[in-house]
């Protein structure tokens, strides 16, 4: 399988490539990182830029413009007894696509909306649909949207008295997805790499599958090509000087940009220490670059490591646990101008960390909880506190 999508209205041979352009990256390597019985699928995935002339910095991102799964397609075209050769027109140029290619490769169809739902409305007499958009109804069709995609729309308010264009005119343009860039092209010429969680669960009856991480999972074999651009990152980056100290809290996927980070130390020899805090759920088949990251210790390239393995004890042990054990060095590391860097979950892990270093600096600072909040409000105007997370 070729993966080559081309945006039909955008396609040009002498632009500089960007995410209106996304070069065609030939992917190197594939790897799934975790052990033989981990609960977590983790892709490394080493792409060529290689004639591409794009260059990025340690904290960037790359944009992938991903492509959907040909099953769920497949199901859409099924479930509404589509041609799946038919035409239909996609963007404001005017461009025409197959109706396959278009849910494949054009149009968003894991997720719905408000405004979809409310103009589906039209293209159905079903009662529970012209119920559901009500404004009163909000706070249900927000909760509808949660978790279901066009399948599910499909399926529950049909009969529709709709076309095939009728039913893509309400979709929204794939958007790319962005990933912290795991590599120094110092260290890598030529190269990106990435480190990519595949997403799987279940909700209302069916199995769902991340688009892009999947398909980076199960679709995309070495020596395919991926369309892809470089996503500047201006608030997540080494500091210039090279003698300032860093730690990194990166659980997970997490350490995606801490690799780049640590790379690029590493050719340039800096002269500054460097602490990594990394966490996942079982030492033995979830530590993600294990020996990477052990052979720059033996090296001297990272200092320190403190990991946190939640399922491998009783009480679970996170990665804010490892710095309050160890707050008396975190805050002279900080003290001492250390830069402070989170990468990965914002809604739960990204907030603790943020706990544990207020109460870091009020303990051992011994500081009022406000001026332990002012000292990390500083830190981060001085650019030494910088979060990468979503």
């Known amino acids: 399988m070729q993966l080559i999508l081309d945006n039909p209205s955008t396609k040009s041979d002498n632009l500089p490539f960007s995410r209106n352009n996304p070069f065609q990256a030939k992917v190197l390597k594939n790897i ?14 080493e792409l060529s830029l290689k004639g591409s002339n794009l260059s990025y910095n340690p904290g960037d991102a790359l944009g992938i413009v991903p492509s959907n799964d040909p099953e769920l397609v497949n199901f859409i075209l099924e479930e509404m007894e589509w041609d799946e050769e038919a035409v239909v ?14 849910l494949t490769s054009y149009f968003e169809i894991t997720m719905l909306s408000r405004k979809i739902l409310q103009q589906a409305a039209v293209l159905t007499e079903n009662s529970e649909l012209q119920n559901l958009v009500l404004a009163e ?8 949207c949660h978790g279901r995609d066009l399948l599910d729309m499909l399926r529950d308010f049909g009969p529709w008295k709709a076309s095939a264009q009728d039913i893509v005119s309400l979709l929204r343009k794939m958007t790319p997805r962005l990933y912290s860039i795991a590599s120094s092209i110092a260290a890598n010429p030529d190269e990106v790499h990435l480190t990519i969680g595949a997403v799987r669960y279940s909700a209302n009856g069916r199995d769902r599958k991340g688009v892009c991480s999947v398909l980076c999972a199960e679709r995309v074999q070495e020596g395919e090509m ?3 651009f470089i996503q500047t990152n201006k608030h997540f980056h080494l500091p210039e000087s090279q003698d300032k100290d860093i730690i990194m809290v990166g ?4 350490i995606a940009p801490f690799r780049s980070f640590i790379q690029e130390r590493a050719v340039n020899k800096a002269a500054g220490r460097s602490w990594l805090f990394f966490g ?17 210790q033996q090296n001297g390239v990272l200092t320190r490591v403190g990991t946190a393995f939640s399922r491998d004890t009783d009480q679970k042990v996170y990665v804010q646990h490892k710095m309050l054990e160890h707050s008396k ?4 590391w900080i003290e001492n101008g250390a830069y402070f860097y989170v990468c990965g979950d914002k809604e739960r892990m990204a907030k603790d960390v943020n706990e544990a270093l207020i109460n870091v600096i009020e303990k051992e600072g011994a500081m009022s909880r406000e001026d332990a909040e002012n000292y990390l409000k500083d830190m981060q105007k ?9």
């Not at 799934?32 to 983790?42: C, I, V």
């Not at 659980?251 to 997490?254: A, M, Q, V, Y």
């Open 137 to 144: 109804n909000a706070a249900q069709l927000k909760e509808y």
């Open 329 to 332: 060095e975190l805050f002279e």
């Open 89 to 102: 027109t996609v963007g404001k140029q005017g461009e025409t696509l197959s109706l396959r290619k278009a």
């Open 382 to 390: 001085q650019g030494r506190y910088q979060r990468d997370v979503y």
């Open 280 to 296: 996942d759920q079982h030492a033995a088949v979830d530590f993600l670059y294990q020996n990477e990251m052990e052979n720059y």
């Open 251 to 254: 659980p997970g996927t997490g």
């Open 32 to 45: 799934n990182l975790n052990g033989a019985g981990s609960s977590k699928e983790t892709r490394h995935i």
């Open 226 to 228: 991926l369309p892809v």
